[in-house]
């Protein structure tokens, strides 16, 4: 089991800065990637930016350029640093792990509660 617990969220104006923490604690040993995913009111959950156990990353391309992931593996612990926010970044953000076992290969999905990020002036 893995637990997830996600920080830092709250308002700022457009065009600001803001970081969100996620901290992972169980069997971490097992996470195969590590991910921010957000969900504004009516639409889907999507992902914002992911990166993997060896480092790879991912954005969403309309993060692409102000948004950065980065993980700190002894700490167990992603971050994403969210520059020039936009009223549309508006959303509550969710930190997601894959958890993979070495043996049978099978894979879950871990989700934390959620922090929110209000982009408003």
């Known amino acids: 089991q893995v637990q997830l617990v996600e920080s830092g969220g709250g308002l700022v104006q457009p065009g600001g800065s803001l970081r969100v923490t996620c901290a992972a604690s169980?069997?971490?040993?097992?996470?195969?990637?590590m991910g921010w995913y957000r969900q504004a009111p009516g639409k889907q959950r999507e992902l914002v930016a992911s990166?993997?156990?060896?480092?790879?990353?991912k954005y969403a391309d309309s993060v692409k350029g102000r948004f950065t992931i980065s993980r700190d593996n002894d700490k167990n612990t992603v971050y994403l640093q969210m520059n020039s926010l936009k009223p549309e970044d508006t959303a509550v953000y969710y930190c997601?792990?894959?958890?993979?076992?070495?043996?049978?290969?099978?894979?879950?999905?871990?989700w934390g509660k959620g922090t929110l990020v209000t982009v408003s002036s």
């Open positions: 997601n792990a894959v958890v993979v076992a070495l043996l049978t290969h099978f894979e879950k999905n871990y």
């Open positions: 169980g069997s971490t040993s097992s996470i195969k990637a």
């Open positions: 990166i993997t156990s060896e480092g790879s990353l």
